[in-house]
């Protein structure tokens, strides 16, 4: 409900013509479908072509709604699916999420705190699976070079941080794919390269969220992905937890 605009509505008969005109006014690509009071149904602005509203209606299907109580993750995936879905309150439809509607601020929070969390779990992943400093012989001398220089200053600023952290979100994630127990195809159903090119636009759309660029033009299909498998992704990188040993 965060996201979610209400929808207009209008009884069955009413003109389509007369519908088609505040649609416009309004710029509203849908409406809701009244029958007896209560919206059973909804019609596009591109289907209003004479006769009365109703003679254009589409019927909610199963991936169309939402509960109020839905969450974001959810909503992402059912938008994926048809592009809208509309949020039932009290078992009755009465707002709509459209894809323009994940530009707003819960959803950019959302999506960069998930993206926040899966990179701090890339780190745990790489400190488990290369002791020490070995994942350095891994990764690129000029992303390595690039990581010494901000550890270098952020120390000149008087913070202590390890070279690890320094590292950009797609050079922990390509790390942690080298994690002999992470099987991209097995967890993730996609290929090592397709994980790859994943993590770069995943860091494309962080980059975008922390500039306050627009994300749905080029980000959706990836933020579809991304929500839909994060619990896979975030349970193929945990490292196993190990019980402390008894004193």
Same mark, same amino acid.
């Given at each position: =409900?965060?996201? @979610? ?12 013509? $007369?519908?088609?005109?505040? =649609? ?19 019609? %596009?602005? &591109? ?22 109580? &839905? ?23 009465? #707002? ?6 994940? %530009? ?14 899966? %990179? ?6 790489? %400190? ?5 400093? #070995? ?6 001398? &000029? ?9 270098? $200053? ?21 790390? @942690? ?7 991209? $195809?097995?967890?993730?159903? =996609? ?11 995943? $860091? ?5 969220? @922390? ?37």
């Amino acid at each position: =409900m965060d996201v @979610a605009e209400p929808l207009a509505s209008f009884d069955w008969d009413r003109p389509a013509a $007369e519908v088609a005109a505040f =649609m416009a006014a309004h710029d509203y690509d849908r409406v809701g479908i009244r029958r007896e009071g209560i919206v059973r149904a909804y019609v %596009e602005r &591109a289907d209003l072509d004479g006769g009365r509203c109703g003679d254009h209606a589409r019927s909610f299907g199963p991936d169309d709604l939402v509960p109020e109580t &839905a969450s974001l993750q959810e909503v992402i995936e059912s938008l994926g699916i048809n592009g809208r879905c509309f949020v039932t309150v009290l078992d009755e439809v009465s #707002a709509v999420v459209t894809l323009q509607d994940l %530009e707003k601020p819960p959803v950019r929070m959302f999506l960069f705190g998930m993206i926040t969390l899966l %990179e701090m779990v890339f780190t745990q992943a790489v %400190e488990a699976a290369f002791p020490g400093d #070995a994942w350095r012989a891994h990764v690129a001398a &000029a992303r390595l070079a690039k990581a010494e220089e901000l550890q270098a $200053e952020r120390r000149r600023r008087g913070v202590e941080v390890r070279l690890l952290d320094c590292l950009q979100f797609s050079d922990k994630g390509q790390l @942690a794919i080298r994690v002999p127990t992470i099987d991209p $195809e097995r967890v993730l159903q =996609m290929s090592r390269k397709a994980a790859l090119r994943g993590l770069k636009e995943l $860091e494309d759309i962080r980059n975008n969220l @922390a500039h306050g660029q627009e994300l749905i033009a080029k980000g959706w299909p990836r933020i579809v992905l991304f929500s839909t498998r994060l619990d896979l992704l975030l349970d193929s990188y945990r490292p196993e937890r190990r019980e402390p040993e008894a004193t």
